[in-house]
C-alpha cells in the first residue's frame, strides 16, 4: 500500500513547506513524469551511499567512506543536471539543496567524530527522497532503527565543532 504525505505526518524542518508542495502538486491533477519518479529512484542511491559513509564511518573503513561520499556527490550531480532553468523558485531551492549537501558531504567526510553528522545528512536526505516519493505516489522509505537511535543520541551542538571543542568565534 503506498503511504503519501497527504495521509502520514513528514517531520524534521522542510515538513510543512513539503506537506503544501506535495498538496498542491497532488490537486492539480498532473500525472507523474518519468523524469520525476527518476529522480527517486536517484534519491535512493543517495540515502543508500550515505548510509554506507556512515557505516564505514563508524567501522573506521576510510577508503570504503570515501568512496561512498564520491558516489553520493556523483548522485547528486545527476540531480542538479535534472534541474530545468524554468523551474523558477523550485529549481533555485533544489539546486541550493542538492549543493548544501554535496558541500556538506565532502566537508564531514573523513573528519573525526562525523558519524553524527551522516547521520543528519541521512536524515535530510531521506526527508527529501520522501517528499519525491509522496509526489509520485511510490513507497516512503523509513529510517532505520539503528540510526533513527543513533541519531537521538546525538543532538546537533550548537557553538561547536564536529570535534566537540567550543567554536572559535
Same mark, same amino acid.
Given at each position: 500500500?503506498?503511504?503519501?504525505?497527504?495521509?502520514?505526518?513528514?517531520?524534521?524542518?522542510?515538513?510543512?513547506?513539503?506537506?503544501?508542495?506535495?498538496?498542491?502538486?497532488?490537486?492539480?491533477?498532473?500525472?507523474?513524469?518519468?523524469?520525476?519518479?527518476?529522480?527517486?529512484?536517484?534519491?535512493?542511491?543517495?540515502?543508500?551511499?550515505? @548510509?554506507?559513509?556512515?557505516?564505514?564511518?563508524? %567501522?573506521? $573503513? /576510510?577508503?570504503?567512506? &570515501?568512496? #561512498?561520499?564520491?558516489?553520493?556527490?556523483?548522485?547528486?550531480?545527476?540531480?542538479?543536471?535534472?534541474?530545468?532553468?524554468?523551474?523558477?523558485?523550485?529549481?533555485?531551492?533544489?539546486?541550493?539543496?542538492?549543493?548544501?549537501?554535496?558541500?556538506?558531504?565532502? @566537508?564531514?567526510?573523513?573528519?573525526?567524530?562525523? %558519524?553524527? $553528522? /551522516?547521520?543528519?545528512? &541521512?536524515? #535530510?536526505?531521506?526527508?527529501?527522497?520522501?517528499?519525491?516519493?509522496?509526489?509520485?505516489?511510490?513507497?516512503?522509505?523509513?529510517?532505520?532503527?539503528?540510526?533513527?537511535?543513533?541519531?537521538?543520541?546525538?543532538?546537533?551542538?550548537?557553538?561547536?565543532?564536529?570535534?566537540?571543542?567550543?567554536?572559535?568565534?
Amino acid at each position: 500500500m503506498h503511504q503519501t504525505m497527504t495521509n502520514k505526518r513528514i517531520s524534521g524542518a522542510y515538513g510543512a513547506m513539503a506537506q503544501r508542495g506535495v498538496g498542491a502538486y497532488q490537486s492539480s491533477g498532473g500525472g507523474v513524469p518519468p523524469h520525476m519518479i527518476q529522480a527517486v529512484r536517484m534519491l535512493d542511491g543517495l540515502v543508500e551511499q550515505i @548510509g554506507r559513509a556512515h557505516t564505514c564511518d563508524v %567501522q573506521k $573503513q /576510510y577508503e570504503a567512506e &570515501y568512496r #561512498a561520499v564520491e558516489l553520493a556527490t556523483l548522485i547528486l550531480s545527476g540531480l542538479l543536471s535534472m534541474i530545468d532553468s524554468r523551474q523558477g523558485t523550485v529549481g533555485a531551492n533544489l539546486e541550493k539543496t542538492y549543493r548544501s549537501l554535496m558541500k556538506a558531504l565532502v @566537508g564531514v567526510c573523513a573528519m573525526p567524530g562525523s %558519524q553524527g $553528522q /551522516y547521520l543528519r545528512l &541521512y536524515d #535530510a536526505a531521506l526527508e527529501l527522497r520522501n517528499a519525491w516519493a509522496s509526489i509520485c505516489n511510490l513507497p516512503m522509505m523509513p529510517m532505520p532503527e539503528a540510526f533513527a537511535a543513533e541519531l537521538a543520541s546525538n543532538p546537533p551542538v550548537s557553538g561547536r565543532d564536529r570535534r566537540g571543542a567550543a567554536a572559535a568565534e
